[in-house]
Each structure stands twice: as C-alpha cells, then as structure tokens.
Antibody, heavy 119, light 107 residues
Framework: EVQLLESGGGLVQPGGSLRLSCAASGFAFNSYAMTWVRQAPGKGLEWVSGISISGDRTYYADSVKGRFNISRDNDKNTLFLQMNSLRAEDTAVYYC????????????WGRGTLVTVSS | EIVLRQSPATLSLSPGERATLSCRASPSISSYLAWYQQKPGQAPRLLIYDASNRATGIPARFSGSGSGTDFTLTISSLEPEDFAVYYCQHRSNWPLAFGGGTKVEIK
C-alpha cells in the first residue's frame, strides 16, 4: 500500500525540541522530493519545509528558519523534521507529503502527527 | 515572498449549484498554482496542478483557470461530497505558500 506514516508528535514545553519522522512505503521514496506542512487547530495549511531527492537542497518557511531542520534517509525510506526552540505558535498537526512527479505540489499525504507546545 | 489570498472565506450553496472560488497572487506566479480539497479530519487532496490540469482521478466537474495573479477553481455542479475546504498553493519560488482557504458549505 502506498502510504506515509508520521510519528513523534506530542506535548513539549516552550523552548523544547522534538523530532518528527515520516515512514514511506509502497513507492520509490528515493525518487521524490518531500515536504512538511502543518495546520494549527481550526486554521489553514502552512507550508513548513521541503527537501530535494538527494537531500542536498533544503527549504524553509521564514517562521521556522533557523529552528527547524529537515532531513531524509533514503536507505530507510524515512523523512525527518528536527524542531528546536519550539514556541506555542508551532502547535499544529504536522503532515508529511510527497511531491507530484517533479513539481512542488503534493499528491500523497500522511494522516499527520499532533505537536502541542505548552507549559 | 508571494502571498495568496482566497475569496470568499465561505461559500454557501446547494447541491447541483455551480461553485466559483478565487485565489489571487501577489506578485505574479505564472501558472504555478495548485488547488486542494480538505475534509474534516482528513489530509488535503490534490485536485488541480499548474492552474488548469486535473490530477489523477479527479472528476471532470472540477476545473481550474487563470494565470499571473488571478485564478479560479470551478465546480460545475456540486455533489454532496464536494462540501469541504479548498486551498490554493503556489510553487513559483521559495518559500512555497498556501492561501487561507475557502469553505464550501451546504446552504
């Protein structure tokens, strides 16, 4: 089955860190760029970060630049998001998603993992 | 940085009616725009890419148009399963961005 499965979310205090993982299956993970998108409770979608096929190019939203780091392990078909210096406004469901052919649109999404930043 | 503004925020229509959703980009993004549908508790679903191309498996009642700064998603005749939130997204340059969304609700 073609799917993405996020994990690693949870409750963390402001200033803390969390590492999200996204396990891919059913498709050639090493042939697609990947991305993270988040959605705060009751709010719209916010693009967070993207990574190229080989991992040599990474991209970030201004809101997370310098605090978040995206990476991937093509041997283990897994995408990561290291989140540091977390703030209350980072509270959201975090989705990983696969790019559509070679374009930066997203045709396969995980179910998301909830990150709550609160004391 | 490109900003996408969607209107209206909410569209109240009946099944069978035509829905017209707008997405405005500033500055211009050529045709580098996609549309997604999201239902409660679900991940988004890609409907349209590069302004006017339907993604795999998307019904013909969904169509996209526009270029530059003004884009439209049209649902020709609303089915019960089409009531959802719709987002536009650009890929023109970094950072990528989504619009704020339009909720299509049952009147």
């Amino acid at each position: 089955e073609v799917q993405l499965l996020e994990s690693g979310g949870g409750l963390v205090q402001p200033g803390g860190s969390l590492r999200l993982s996204c396990a891919a299956s059913g498709f050639a993970f090493n042939s697609y760029a990947m991305t993270w998108v988040r959605q705060a409770p009751g709010k719209g979608l916010e693009w967070v970060s993207g990574i190229s096929i080989s991992g040599d190019r990474t991209y970030y939203a201004d809101s997370v630049k310098g605090r978040f780091n995206i990476s991937r392990d093509n041997d283990k078909n897994t995408l990561f998001l290291q989140m540091n210096s977390l703030r209350a406004e980072d509270t959201a469901v975090y989705y990983c998603a696969k790019t559509w052919v070679s374009l930066w649109y997203f045709d396969l999404w995980g179910r998301g993992t909830l990150v709550t930043v609160s004391s | 940085e490109i900003v996408l503004r969607q209107s209206p925020a909410t569209l109240s229509l009946s099944p069978g009616e035509r829905a017209t959703l707008s997405c405005r980009a500033s500055p211009s993004i050529s045709s580098y725009l996609a549309w997604y549908q999201q239902k409660p508790g679900q991940a988004p679903r890609l409907l349209i890419y590069d302004a006017s191309n339907r993604a795999t498996g998307i019904p013909a009642r969904f169509s996209g148009s526009g270029s530059g700064t003004d884009f439209t998603l049209t649902i020709s005749s609303l089915e019960p399963e089409d009531f959802a939130v719709y987002y536009c997204q650009h890929r023109s340059n970094w950072p990528l961005a989504f619009g704020g969304g339009t909720k299509v609700e049952i009147k």
